[in-house]
């Protein structure tokens, strides 16, 4: 991902019951970022939220980075579909 950092997320809670392609989803195309510092703070506050994660955090492939949004699309349902800007989605 550093050297390709355009990715793609896929946001949705598809109910228990029906089709999952009718479940409201979000795309995000994003670039993703690797932050040069704070490592240790993230690391620390994660392992805080989710102590299992010791397993895999101290791997080599183990890494932070923040995703910037680019695009966002909006599946809401047959017949609803939004698109955002990236200042749409910015809180």
Known sequence: MRDTPACCLLIGEPGAQGD???????????????????????????????????????????????????AGFLNGGFGRAFRFTPEELRP
């Open 20 to 70: 999952p392609l009718t479940h409201p989803r979000l795309s995000l195309q994003a670039r993703a970022v690797f932050p040069d510092d704070g490592h240790e703070a993230r690391l620390g506050l994660w392992l805080k939220a989710h102590p299992k994660a010791r397993i895999y955090a101290g791997l080599p492939d183990f890494r932070f980075l923040r995703f910037e949004p680019v």
